[in-house]
């Protein structure tokens, strides 16, 4: 069995006073237990790594879920492709990739981008909605670009 051993040290209480051995208490006290032992193992996908600019967000990310994105983006640049060869200008539709989380994921996950506030995909921005369970949340403008490439990224690992 495991031993911890707690150390105190003891001062007086008024001026510091300076000694060879100050007075100390040793105890043999076993570990506390786990206070939370794991109940749940979740299966822990590899991690999607975002860049906006000079920030690198990390989010845990499903394969299926990074596969799905992949072709609302790929659908976005063909919606582009189609509005560079229009001869008349009109409405695109704008895309919106939406995800409520599994256990282990994250609580919520959109982009959302509209081709028609942008000339190019190259010119093009998606906001990018991270939340998670706990509370907290991070929304973000990622190039379409940069958003493709840490995709490509992300499916090497």
């Not at 911890?4 to 506390?32: D, Y």
């Not at 845990?60 to 659908?75: E, I, K, M, T």
């Not at 189609?82 to 996950?109: H, I, S």
């Not at 998606?126 to 493709?148: H, I, K, N, Q």
Request: charged fraction near 15%; include cysteine; glycine fraction near 8%.
């Amino acid at each position: 069995m495991p031993v911890c051993v707690v150390v105190w040290c003891i001062e007086e209480l008024g001026p510091l006073r300076l000694s060879k051995t100050p007075p100390i208490i040793s105890s043999l006290i076993p570990p506390p237990p786990h206070p939370h032992p794991p109940t749940h193992h979740f299966y822990v996908h590899p991690a999607l790594r975002l860049t906006a600019g000079t920030t690198t967000i990390t989010l845990p990310f499903s394969p299926a879920r990074a596969a799905a994105l992949h072709a609302a983006l790929a659908a976005l640049v063909a919606t582009f492709s189609e509005k560079a060869a229009a001869t008349r200008p009109q409405r695109w539709p704008a895309t919106e990739f939406r995800f409520e989380g599994d256990p282990g994921e994250l609580a919520l996950f959109e982009a959302f981008c509209n081709p028609n506030a942008h000339a190019s995909p190259f010119d093009a921005k998606v906001l990018v909605t991270a939340a998670g369970g706990d509370g907290f949340s991070v929304m973000t403008e990622v190039g379409l670009t940069g958003l493709r490439s840490d995709l490509g990224a992300y499916g090497k690992v």
